[in-house]
């Protein structure tokens, strides 16, 4: 049955299209499965995969037309590289939490075992989950209208780009079973900036302290805090991840207001 209804449907683009049309004959609805990404882009995915759902990741699609998730190394290497993390708290891979700098006035995202991206300025959570669009359409469009999903443009303001440091290792502690992450600087060119606030320009490493969290998944799902250290020192930033506690949400409180 289904070898004939793929031959009824020429005129659609894709396997995709043509098993769906196939499905529908069956009258069998689609089970949407979270964390199964089924996104058609190429070019770099950091947009999408420094603001993951909160949802397990499961699978990622088409890893032949998207750049190394890792910059400076091959495919290969980089999903072998992200399994690295993986094998230290599997279901915290690639999970997002939001926090800030309130005497810097810096907004921190971290993707846990991919990205620490840091930015001048507050962003509102909001804005934060939401991907940037860093990656191009199946087509190779700029087009924003080609998502199933809301996204963000890449901000071209130079004061308003984000500071990229990536995962270089992570390791367990096992005295406190809490995973160490070293996140470093990915360094490109960029335009100057005139604006006197405090810059994530001299960073060179992040680290991101953890509890392994394998019961992620039987709990309701929440995304993690984050708590920014004040103190930065040899050019590094601490970053704590972990589960809020009660009444903490991810909010910018100025020490102005305080």
């Avoid at 199933?148 to 443009?153: G, I, K, L, Q, V």
């Avoid at 960073?203 to 019961?215: A, C, G, N, Q, S």
């Avoid at 004040?230 to 100025?254: A, H």
């Amino acid at each position: 049955m289904q070898d004939k209804c793929i031959h009824r449907y020429p005129a659609l683009y894709g396997s995709d299209d043509r098993i769906q049309a196939c499905m529908a004959e069956l009258g069998v609805p689609l089970t949407r499965e979270l964390g199964f990404h089924q996104y058609d882009v190429v070019g770099d995915i950091l947009g999408l995969l420094g603001a993951h759902p909160v949802t397990p990741l499961v699978s990622l699609h088409h890893l032949d037309v998207v750049n190394p998730i890792y910059p400076g190394m091959k495919r290969a290497k980089a999903l072998a590289h992200m399994l690295e993390a993986a094998n230290e708290d599997s279901a915290s891979l690639m999970q997002q939490s939001i926090c800030y700098d309130s005497t810097r006035y810096w907004s921190i995202t971290v993707s846990w075992g991919y990205a620490v991206q840091i930015l001048r300025g507050v962003m509102s959570p909001r804005e934060l989950e939401m991907p940037s669009r860093t990656f191009f359409s199946w087509h190779k469009r700029a087009d924003y209208t080609a998502y199933a999903f809301n996204t963000r443009p890449v901000e071209r303001h130079p004061c308003q780009r984000p500071f990229v440091f990536y995962m270089y290792k992570t390791k367990t502690e096992p005295e406190t079973n809490q995973t160490v992450g070293l996140y470093y600087r990915h360094r490109t060119r960029s335009r100057y900036c005139r604006w006197k606030m405090a810059s994530p320009e001299k960073l060179d490493f992040v680290v991101v302290i953890k509890p392994r969290d394998e019961d992620r998944w039987l709990k309701a799902p929440r995304r993690d805090c984050c708590r920014a250290f004040p103190k930065i020192k040899n050019n590094t930033m601490i970053l704590y991840v972990g589960n809020c506690k009660d009444g903490e949400i991810s909010e910018f409180q100025s020490k102005k207001l305080l």
